[in-house]
């Protein structure tokens, strides 16, 4: 028996990979995050598979109908949103299974940032502008944060944020990022990346709490911000595929 951790994605069903949908399809057993995994990702459970959604569910009683199936030899589908190893909550998961001696399995799945890119219709490491990614959120009413990852820490680096959890915290992100980025820095808010109500909010760092506030998007957004998002900072070619400059799979430059 193992339980498998899967991504499902950020909320589209098309974007499950073939093994999370093979795994879904042959599990007795599913357990899926409904407030934030649609139900169509797991309508292709087998028919009379054990489906339930646990979002009303506490951390006890998920475990409890994992050991239930455990004790009948049964595997389950346990099914997050997004990446589960990006705030999947899965690691006091494991740690319970590790200790009633249960076998597991991470299966990744596309995590919303990258998700929110692909709407953004864009490339968030540009030569020259942004060559790394900083995944973070804000603390709000969840877990604390370490005390070395603060948003001003993150700013320093002028690179491109993606914030999870920060949808109202925005005027605390404003206050804390310009004075890195500048209050004409690209930002974007990506409302529930994948699902059919998904809503894309272009701005700036000036301006991107009003126009979010008008929306009345108040949850289940992604923020997206950096000088990478622009579309007039002029970066140069990419080396890898510069006809000037030879690497292994391509030892001679073009004349």
Not at 163 to 186: F, S
Not at 229 to 241: I, T
Request: proline content about 7%; overall charge negative.
């Amino acid at each position: 028996m193992t339980v498998y951790f899967i991504g499902a994605g950020p909320g589209d069903p098309e974007l499950l990979t073939l093994k999370a949908a093979r795994l879904i399809k042959a599990c007795p057993v599913c357990l899926f995050a409904g407030s934030l995994v649609p139900e169509e990702v797991v309508s292709i459970a087998p028919e009379g598979a054990l489906v339930m959604d646990t979002a009303p569910m506490h951390l006890d009683e998920t475990h409890a109908e994992i050991v239930k199936a455990h004790e009948k030899g049964q595997d389950v589908a346990r099914v997050h949103s997004g990446d589960p190893s990006l705030y999947g909550a899965i690691a006091e998961q494991i740690r319970r299974l590790k200790a009633d001696g249960i076998d597991y399995e991470i299966i990744p799945g596309v995590p919303a940032y990258t998700a929110a890119a692909a709407a953004l219709g864009q490339e968030l490491t540009v030569p020259e502008v942004a060559q790394s990614i900083v995944l973070t959120r804000m603390s709000m009413k969840s877990t604390g944060m370490p005390a070395g990852e603060t948003l001003d820490n993150f700013g320093r680096t002028g690179t491109t944020l993606a914030i999870h959890l920060g949808i109202r915290a925005l005027r605390e992100i404003e206050r804390q990022l310009i004075p890195h980025y500048g209050a004409d820095c690209p930002a974007a808010v990506i409302y529930r990346v994948g699902w059919p109500d998904q809503l894309i909010i272009r701005g700036t760092l000036s301006d991107i709490r009003a126009k979010a506030r008008d929306a009345k998007i108040t949850r289940t957004a992604l923020i997206l911000l950096g000088p990478a998002l622009s579309d007039d900072h002029g970066f140069p070619d990419s080396a890898l595929y510069d006809a000037a400059k030879p690497h292994v799979l391509r030892p001679k430059a073009a004349v």
